[in-house]
């Protein structure tokens, strides 16, 4: 039989816990790849006390004999990188082992980074709330063919193509009015340059295909659904491809090696920065997800929005993903509620509807179906049969509504607390 490429994905928008089920799956696959985004994603991992967000590194970092792939269609920070990397080291292990860098990923210039504050200063109120890590100019050069790749710093004249590039964002910073100094950091991105050199850079898509000669590979998504560049609720969405698609064009495989798509929701909604969110909560109860769920961005620090769930999102990016199984996150974060929402269909301009609209600022009113809190603590429970009866009845409605089965869910941070069905 032929070996697959499964995807984990973030149905909503972004910080669903994917870092926490990649850990968990990568037990399973020789080799995890990244395939989009770049450090905007913030994966967060726990287990033996200890914790780590990650930024560009895959999530199977921690597993011995994993090979992680940094894909070709993620944009790299090379400064970031190395943070990341140094960070890692201090628990012995060796990073050049264990990653593998595209030489089609392209590169994030500390120039990128301050194009995005210019270009989020200059939006003024309308902004999109960007992580500011410069993800959308660099995706922005890579679709105007301005571009750097990793593979070029192994070139001869890649000093001056970096200046040459620098200088074009000088300018165009220079034309916002924005004030910075686009040489800044030029030390410090040359001697992360140097430190990408001590890495494997492959032809990604050659590894990737060749790998699926003998091994199955995990890709894991960043962001989510919600934000994808096409199908999020654009402008406010992120600058690549969060999807499904996304992988087989990050990675550059067939979309026939795709295998098992794990879509990852959390058991309530949350966004961080701008745009629609039509179960948004304003009140004690929104309050009370943020404090009991943490729900502050692993990145950035900032207080994320929170809501119910919103089950007509979430059957539209399980549509678009081809969703084979559901994985639910934070369960346990709900387990003082007398009373849970989830929202079953939208009404837009008083008519109802189950169908994610066009139009990014239509009024959206959620119609919510209730149910009766279990109110007991879901944390210490490791086997389905043993659970409360008002939480079992909660999953089958969604499994009913989505047509798709719940294969994992997650009652805590802890790569333990996690029931396989
Ligand atoms: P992970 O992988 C949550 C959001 C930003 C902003 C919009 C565009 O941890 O789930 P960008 O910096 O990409 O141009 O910002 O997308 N965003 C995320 N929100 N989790 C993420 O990643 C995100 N990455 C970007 O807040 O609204
Ligand atoms: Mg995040």
Redesign the pocket.
């Known amino acids: 039989m032929k070996n697959k490429i499964d995807v984990v994905l973030?149905l909503q928008?972004?910080?669903?816990g994917?870092?926490k089920i990649v850990d968990v799956l990568a037990g399973r696959y020789p080799i995890v790849a990244r395939f989009q985004?770049?450090p905007?994603?913030?994966?967060?991992l726990h287990f033996d006390g200890k914790s780590f967000v990650l930024r560009s590194i895959p999530s199977g970092i921690f597993r011995e004999d994993a090979i992680n792939i940094v894909g070709n269609g993620v944009v790299l920070d090379p400064i970031t990188f190395m943070g990341e990397c140094e960070n890692i080291s201090k628990t012995g292990i060796r990073v050049q082992d264990r990653i593998v860098i595209a030489k089609k990923a392209h590169l994030i210039l500390p120039t990128h980074r301050l194009l995005?504050a210019a270009n989020e200063a200059a939006m003024g109120k309308g902004k999109?709330?960007?992580?500011?890590?410069?993800?959308?100019p660099t995706y922005t050069d890579r679709v105007s063919r301005n571009g750097l790749r990793v593979g070029d710093i192994l070139s001869d004249d890649f000093t001056q193509r970096y200046a040459k590039l620098k200088a074009r964002h000088a300018k165009q910073l220079q034309q916002m009015g924005y004030e910075c100094d686009p040489d800044a950091e030029d030390g410090k991105f040359m001697e992360a340059i140097e430190f990408i050199k001590g890495f494997r850079l492959v032809d990604c898509e050659y590894f990737v295909n060749k790998s699926l000669e003998e091994k199955s590979i995990l890709a894991e998504?960043?962001?989510?659904t919600m934000?994808d560049v096409d199908y999020g609720s654009y402008p406010?969405?992120?600058?690549?491809s969060?999807a499904c698609a996304g992988a087989c064009v990050g990675l550059g495989v067939p979309p026939s090696r795709i295998g098992h798509v794990y879509g990852i929701f959390k058991a309530y909604c949350?966004?961080?920065?701008?745009?629609p969110f039509p179960t948004e909560l304003f009140d004690e109860t929104g309050e009370k997800l943020r404090k009991i769920g943490n729900e502050f961005?692993?990145?950035?620090g900032?207080p994320?929005r929170c809501g119910w769930l919103d089950l007509v999102a979430l059957k539209y990016a399980v549509m678009i993903d081809g969703v084979t199984d559901l994985i639910m996150m934070k369960s346990d974060c709900l387990d003082s509620f007398e009373t849970i929402k989830v929202c079953t269909s939208y009404k837009v301009d008083g008519k109802e509807t189950d169908q994610v609209p066009f139009d990014t600022y239509a009024e959206i009113e959620p119609v919510y179906t209730e149910f009766k809190g279990w109110n007991r603590d879901l944390t210490g429970y490791r086997k389905e049969e043993d659970m409360p009866e008002e939480f079992r009845e909660y999953i089958r409605f969604m499994e009913n509504y989505l047509g798709v089965p719940i294969r994992i869910i997650s009652v805590g941070p802890d790569r333990d607390a996690t029931i396989m069905r």
């Open positions: 973030g928008w972004g910080d669903e994917k870092g985004g770049g905007n994603a913030g994966h967060s995005d999109i709330g960007s992580t500011l890590k410069g993800i959308g998504g960043a962001q989510g934000l406010f969405v992120t600058s690549s969060t949350t966004r961080v920065g701008s745009g961005g692993a990145v950035t900032r994320r």
